[in-house]
């Protein structure tokens, strides 16, 4: 399989595939395909696992592609502003925000991962629930924004504002640091930051999808007698 990744800020991914050769995707990602290419939905391992798949906020079944000649290509489009990130999984694991995964390879698997740290679920901005992706193969990933890569030595750490984890490696400890000072907590960032501890790889995404909708709400109308035109007044 062979990939390139287009469109800047609203990306898609168009993925050339060799008779045979599969892919999978969370249900709506699939922008376009060519004419020798056969889709079958399933569970993706069972009615468990897709159960599992929609509580780290994806859907219950998987779309397979598979390539019924050589050459024919299928693409996925990202559904916010952002990028789309290819990882190639050699046996390894990464554990991704919910709502990360967009495509990969057959041999790729995807299943929910559970944060261990109660502080961590509550508190740290993504839930107690997120995906696992591990096996042989590439995984495309969606960040909302830019993405920032940081390599964490060990017992080396960094402190992040909750829902700006993209990924990481399972390496990394996960858990929560209370906002020191009455002043920082009432007019700063809040009561808590996420606190990574290395070793392992780190992704860090500059606009969550929920820092997006805030900024938005005060220009949305909020009563029938208002226009949409208060969104293009600044």
């Known amino acids: 399989m062979e990939y390139e990744i287009r469109g800047g800020s609203f990306p898609i991914v168009i993925c050339t595939l ?12 699939m922008a376009f395909m060519t004419s020798n290419m056969k889709m079958d939905t399933n569970t993706g391992g069972g009615l468990l696992k897709g159960l599992g798949r929609a ?21 996925f489009s990202a559904c916010t502003p952002g990028k789309i990130m290819p990882i190639e999984l050699n046996g390894s694991t990464i554990i ?12 790729v698997d995807v299943d929910i991962y559970f944060k261990k740290k109660l502080g961590a ?28 890569e940081k390599d964490l030595a060990p017992g080396e750490k960094i402190l992040l504002d909750p ?8 390496t990394i400890d996960f858990d929560i640091e209370r906002v020191k000072g009455a002043k920082n907590i009432l007019f ?9 501890t290395g070793p392992g790889k780190v992704w860090i995404q500059t606009m969550p999808l929920s820092k997006l909708a805030a900024a938005l709400i ?11 035109d208060v969104l293009f007044d600044k």
């Open 18 to 29: 060799q008779k045979g050769e599969t892919m999978k995707n969370e249900t709506g990602a």
């Open 55 to 75: 509580l780290s906020g994806d859907s219950i079944f998987l779309n397979y592609f598979t390539a019924q000649s050589d050459n024919e290509q299928i693409g």
């Open 96 to 107: 991704g925000q919910k709502n990360a995964f967009l495509a990969a390879e057959e041999s």
């Open 121 to 148: 679920g509550l508190f740290g901005g993504e839930g107690f629930i997120l995906q696992k992706f591990s096996g042989n193969g590439m995984v495309f990933l969606e960040i909302d924004g830019e993405v920032i």
């Open 163 to 170: 829902g700006h984890i993209a990924a990481m490696e399972p």
């Open 188 to 196: 700063g960032e809040g009561l808590f930051f996420s606190k990574l």
């Open 218 to 228: 005060p220009f949305l109308p909020t009563s029938s007698g208002q226009s949409w």
